[in-house]
Structure formats: structure tokens, C-alpha cells
């Protein structure tokens, strides 16, 4: 999983209430990148980061926000949970921006 | 818009035979493509690359060919095997020098291998 570490595995929490996923490397790698996985959509880039505090909106960004305020850390935040956000999250990086993905083994995260 | 299709969501192969997985794409700007691998409560594994400049590239038993005319794609596993089993996804960008932000993703098919 090159050292990739997400968490939790699992959540469920409730319509309205903030949540915060993490990411961890110890790749030391200048990229990170959050995905959401769903039936029909195959893998949908959330936002992406190119080094410490330097981030950027992918496809699906809104009602999503994210910080990276150290090299092996991204954060990804739902502001204000909705049920279409119930999803699994997976989290990516590289050491170049071209290069293939390396992913984490994802957060499934429900939202009632 | 699906730029980037995988028109079966499921396909069985008895083990031994050769699996072919496909994918279609619709945007010519497409010049960079790549096959993911996913096991249940896994993250996606990179497997085989191709560029447009070619129109082959093989890794063991994984080969992938590019039809640039019919924008269209495909693996190929031979001799397929059980561990092969699992959710293949296609993927394409603008090019092997774009960013990893331009990448876009197919919604996958889910091969089992039978034994």
C-alpha cells in the first residue's frame, strides 16, 4: 500500500455534522489526491494537494475542503455531511504529478 | 458525461483462458492510459500503461492494446487466474505529462476467474 494510511476505515455519522477523514504517508511524497468511489462513477477526484499548503479543487470539490499542513498529512473535510456524500473515500499519492497512483485502502463513510 | 467507458460491469472467465477487458473513450485529447486493479476493502493497484504512440505494450501475462482510430482500449490476461479476480478500472489524461488532476476514470468491471 506504499505507506499509505487512512482513517478511520469506517464511519457513520449523521446528516449536518462535520467530518474529517485523514490521510497519512511515509513516502515523503509531494502529491496527494482524495478520490470518492460510487456505483456508476468508477473514481472521482475530490481535491488535490502539490506540496505543504498548496491545494486544489478536482471534479467533485463542493461540500468538500482539505488542508495539508505537513508533507504526510491531507486532511479532507465535509463541512456539513449530506447523504449523497455516503461513499468510499480513497486517498492517493505520487512522487511526480503524471506518475501512477498509489492508493490507500479507503474509507467507507455513511451518512444517515 | 462518461468520457471514459466500461461498457460491461461484470465478466467470468474460466481460469486458463484468456480475459478481455475493454474500454471506450470519447474525448481525442486522450493521449495516456492506464488499467487499475482493485481487491474488495482494497485500494486500487496500478497494472500496465500505454501511450499513444503506441499501440501495444505487454507485462507478463498483462498486455494492453490502444486502437486509436475506434478510441477504444483493452487488456488482455492470459492465462487468466484466480487471483485475477477482482474490479479493473481504465483510466485516461491528456497525456504522460499532465498532471494527475486531468486523469479520468471508467466505472469499472468486475472480472471472476473461475476455477
Known amino acids: 500500500d506504499a505507506g499509505i494510511t487512512q482513517s478511520p476505515r469506517h464511519k457513520v455519522t449523521e446528516t449536518g455534522t462535520p467530518v474529517t477523514l485523514r490521510c497519512h504517508q511515509t513516502?515523503?511524497?509531494?502529491?496527494m489526491y482524495w478520490y470518492r468511489q460510487d456505483p456508476g462513477h468508477g473514481l472521482r477526484l475530490i481535491h488535490y494537494?502539490?506540496?505543504?499548503?498548496?491545494?486544489d479543487k478536482g471534479e467533485v470539490s463542493d461540500g468538500y475542503s482539505v488542508s495539508r499542513s505537513k508533507t504526510e498529512d491531507f486532511l479532507l473535510t465535509l463541512e456539513s455531511a449530506t447523504s449523497s456524500q455516503t461513499s468510499v473515500y480513497f486517498c492517493?499519492?505520487?512522487?511526480?504529478?503524471?506518475?501512477?497512483?498509489?492508493f490507500g485502502n479507503g474509507t467507507r463513510l455513511t451518512v444517515t | 458525461d462518461q468520457q471514459v467507458k466500461q461498457n460491461s460491469p461484470s465478466l467470468s472467465v474460466q481460469e486458463g483462458r484468456i480475459s478481455i477487458l475493454n474500454c471506450d473513450y470519447t474525448?481525442?485529447?486522450?493521449?495516456?492510459f492506464l488499467w487499475y486493479k482493485k481487491y474488495p476493502a482494497e485500494g486500487p493497484t496500478f497494472l500496465i500503461s500505454?501511450?499513444?504512440?503506441?499501440d501495444k505494450n505487454e507485462d507478463g501475462r498483462f498486455t494492453v492494446f490502444l486502437n486509436k482510430s475506434a478510441k477504444h482500449l483493452s487488456l488482455h490476461i492470459v492465462p487468466s487466474q484466480p487471483g485475477d479476480s477482482a474490479v479493473y478500472f481504465c483510466?485516461?489524461?491528456?497525456?504522460?505529462?499532465?498532471?494527475?488532476?486531468?486523469?479520468?476514470f471508467g466505472t469499472g468491471t468486475r472480472l471472476t476467474i473461475i476455477p
Open positions: 492517493a499519492i505520487t512522487e511526480q504529478g503524471s506518475s501512477p497512483l498509489h
Open positions: 513516502e515523503n511524497h509531494r502529491y
Open positions: 494537494s502539490y506540496g505543504v499548503k498548496d491545494t
Open positions: 474525448n481525442s485529447m486522450f493521449d495516456y
Open positions: 500505454i501511450s499513444s504512440i503506441k
Open positions: 483510466a485516461a489524461s491528456g497525456g504522460a505529462n499532465f498532471g494527475n488532476e486531468k486523469l479520468t
